[in-house]
């Protein structure tokens, strides 16, 4: 008797259930919002972090459908995040500036390198030592390269004319091949692909110089979003940069990881993208990423770069708090405990 009352009750509830339209309680899984991510070029190891916070789940963790896509310059990262095409994108902190003045509405939100890398790269045998050997010399970047935007501002501050060398455009992965094959006497890139140089120059033959080494010493690689994004989205951006952070921090604790990650998603030479990971550690390496944490955007720094466009580059007409907005970073933020 106690059985027939036990089985009744079940059927009672799997009748129950059906009445209801068989759906369970669980309360509904809200939808992922889309964000368009830009990379400000082709794929290199300061890339790594985006696809480890994609392969580990991340971004969806947060609520974030991340579309990853491959860049083609800091201006052409402006262009976009301007235009609204992509949500977040990364370029050279002059670029930003220099365009938001010509009236591009966008501002920095995040740094990610808090050292400049850029750098000058070029045969040994060439007779380049120096940024005054470059003159009458010819130069291959693509046209919306950050290098090219930088560029009067490194000449005036070296004492060179703007006009110094003559400029090839080229396709943003040129760069390494152009030069190796002697189609221009220089080219412009971080530091840290180095191992790319050796590979097709020659160990002992590639010649470089850092653009630091000559006072240039301002932002260079940052997070830009739109005025629009930071007013009606600062929730998708908050968590999106808090995302990222937490990816450098563990890429730079993991970097091996992070490029047989990168690998998993890109065609790449995994070797000679870890020697480069190993370089690029040296621009994170500073007291504000350990004690304050990575990203942090340090207002007198800031202003440091605004000052280094304004004077040398082009007039600013607006204020340096229009150029950045901090209230976007994690809280609290990730370090880098080298």
Not at 80 to 107: C, E, Q
Request: glycine residues 6%.
């Amino acid at each position: 008797m106690r059985k027939a009352l036990i089985v009744l009750c079940l059927v009672l509830a799997v009748c129950a259930i059906a009445a209801a339209g068989g759906k369970s309680e669980a309360a509904p899984v809200p939808a992922s919002q889309k964000v368009e991510f830009l990379l400000n070029y082709t794929i290199s190891a300061d890339h790594s972090p985006y696809y480890i916070a994609l392969d580990k789940g991340w971004y969806a963790e947060e609520g974030l459908d991340v579309n990853i896509i491959v860049g083609r310059g800091s201006g052409y990262s402006v262009q976009m995040v301007d235009t609204g095409r992509a949500d977040l994108a990364i370029a050279d902190a002059a670029n930003p500036i220099v365009m938001r003045n010509d009236g591009a509405k966008i501002k920095i939100i995040g740094v990610v390198f808090d050292k400049i890398g850029n750098c000058a790269w070029f045969w040994k045998d060439s007779g380049i030592k120096t940024p005054q050997d470059l003159i009458g010399k010819t130069a291959a970047l693509p046209a919306t390269d950050g290098h090219k935007v930088m560029w009067p501002a490194f000449c005036k501050l070296v004492g060179i004319p703007v006009d110094s060398v003559r400029w090839i455009n080229i396709d943003a992965a040129a760069k390494v091949p152009s030069l190796a094959s002697r189609n221009c006497d220089v080219t412009f890139e971080l530091f840290y692909t180095l191992p790319f140089y050796e590979r097709a120059l020659g160990k002992d033959k590639v010649g470089y110089f850092l653009w630091n080494d000559y006072g240039y010493d301002v932002y260079a690689h940052s997070y830009i979003a739109g005025d629009d994004a930071i007013k009606n989205k600062p929730d998708m951006l908050r968590k999106i940069l808090k995302v990222n952070y937490r990816a450098w921090q563990y890429a730079l604790e993991h970097q091996d990881e992070a490029i047989e990650t990168l690998a998993k998603y890109h065609p790449i030479n995994i070797d000679e993208y870890k020697a480069s990971f190993t370089y690029m550690t040296e621009l994170f390496k500073t007291d504000r990423y350990k004690n304050i944490g990575i990203g942090y955007i340090d207002p007198v720094r800031m202003k440091l770069t605004y000052d280094t466009v304004n004077e040398y580059q082009s007039k600013l007409s607006f204020p340096v708090e229009e150029a950045y907005d901090n209230s976007l970073l994690p809280n609290p933020m990730y370090k880098y405990n080298f």
